[in-house]
């Protein structure tokens, strides 16, 4: 397993968001995670990227505890990737330094190594010639896509997108989907949470539908989406469709 959470609990004071939730993920599988708002999806991702410390279980990336309080977050991190709802480029910067701000400051890369694949990244979605632009000067789908490419430059064994479409311009989230089916078909190993179902069906191997912090119910797109088990799952897609 690429990524293994067992019994993973999350609290925020008494407050419990993640509630015993467990879940693998397989080299190469893309799982969307679906469920209302409040499920815990962005939580457990969170928590995956050692961005939230989790108050039991255990979270294994290739099979090492990552939760292990010995384990130094940064080197983590580089190993996985994570893409917010809002894209969070810094706006004073160029494309081309959001991308290798982190890999040189922070992983300590050569400049021009982490200048090199981020040019073949941004060649590879069609966006070389933005690498100077600042963020204001691209549209919202394009800034999404950047900071994707932000994720993906230290080739990551994982990554994570959350919602990332959700703050697009309807017209705008075509070119991110294809970016991530781009992905997938690269053989990125991925979780996203996502509300598009649509696109869950397409490029998910696997759906999780999370409810009140566990996953519910998981198996192929079109079993969870179009014939679930759980009467929540049911209640939740009828609500949402
Ligand atoms: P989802 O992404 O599925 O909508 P979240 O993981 O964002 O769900 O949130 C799950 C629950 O955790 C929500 O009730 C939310 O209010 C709560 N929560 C998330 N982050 C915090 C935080 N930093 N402090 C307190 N409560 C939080
Ligand atoms: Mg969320």
């Known amino acids: 397993m ?3 959470c067992t019994d993973v609990r ?3 004071g008494s407050h419990v968001v993640l509630d015993g ?3 693998d993920v397989g080299e190469h599988e893309v799982v969307a995670l679906i469920g209302a708002s409040g499920s815990g999806k962005s939580t457990l991702l969170r928590c995956v990227n050692l961005l939230a410390e989790i108050d039991d279980g255990v979270i294994r990336l290739d099979g090492e505890d990552i939760t292990d309080p010995r384990v130094d977050p940064d080197a983590v991190r580089q190993k996985i990737g994570l ?3 809002s894209y969070n480029l810094f706006p004073h910067m160029s494309v081309l330094d959001n991308i290798t701000l982190a890999p040189v400051r922070v992983h300590k890369r050569p400049a021009n190594e982490a200048r090199d694949q981020a040019m073949e990244w941004l060649n590879r979605v069609g966006l070389a010639d933005k690498s100077g632009s600042y963020p204001d000067k691209l549209s919202g789908g394009q800034q999404q896509r950047v900071a994707i490419v932000r994720a993906l430059v230290n080739s990551p064994r994982l990554l994570l997108l959350d919602e990332v479409t959700s703050a697009l311009d309807p017209e705008l989230v075509g070119e991110v989907l294809t970016m991530i089916r781009d992905l997938k078909g690269e053989g990125m190993t991925m979780v996203l949470a996502t509300h ?3 696109f869950a069906r397409q ?3 696997r759906v999780a539908f999370l409810d009140k ?5 998981q198996g192929p797109p079109e079993q969870v989406l ?3 088990v759980e009467a929540r799952t049911r209640q939740f897609l009828a609500r949402i469709i």
């Open 21 to 23: 939730l467990t879940l």
């Open 203 to 205: 490029v998910a191997d």
């Open 196 to 198: 598009e179902m649509g």
């Open 213 to 217: 912090g566990r996953v519910l119910e």
């Open 10 to 12: 999350k609290t925020f």
């Open 226 to 228: 179009g014939d679930p």
């Open 2 to 4: 690429v990524l293994s």
């Open 83 to 85: 893409v917010f709802q």
